[in-house]
Nanobody, 122 residues
Framework: QVQPVESGGGLVQAGGSLTLSCTTS????????MSWFRQAPGNEREFVAA????????AYGDSVKGRFTISRDNDKHTVYLQMNSLKSEDTARYYCAVDPLPYYSVTSVKNWGQGTQVTVSS
């Protein structure tokens, strides 16, 4: 089983930036597309961003377009989520997922990590 491990969350002021990281083990990381999701208290888990196995293609949820950037380093088995211009509504627990099909599908994810908490203060 693939178990993602997320890190990099924390408390940040509105307008600030934060970079999340996600590493995996147990499979060939570079073979798989990766996605980020998030879940705020009382809300459903939602798609944030996705990146293809090569890093050439990316996709973003409407609420984060232009502010968040997803990237990956296959040699380090790590995917990143650079978050800029953070807003209070970005407060959530962030999770990465290995190869969800389609890339935005919460229900297709078989193994969730523990996630990392991001809290944006206004």
């Amino acid at each position: 089983q693939v178990q993602p491990v997320e890190s990099g969350g924390g408390l940040v002021q509105a307008g600030g930036s934060l970079t999340l990281s996600c590493t995996t083990s147990g499979r060939t990381f570079r073979d798989y597309n990766m996605s980020w999701f998030r879940q705020a208290p009382g809300n459903e888990r939602e798609f944030v961003a996705a990146i293809s196995w090569s890093g050439e293609n990316t996709a973003y949820g409407d609420s984060v377009k232009g502010r968040f950037t997803i990237s990956r380093d296959n040699d380090k088995h790590t995917v990143y989520l650079q978050m800029n211009s953070l807003k209070s509504e970005d407060t959530a627990r962030y999770y990465c997922a290995v190869d969800p099909l389609p890339y935005y599908s919460v229900t297709s994810v078989k193994n969730w990590g523990q996630g990392t908490q991001v809290t944006v203060s206004s």
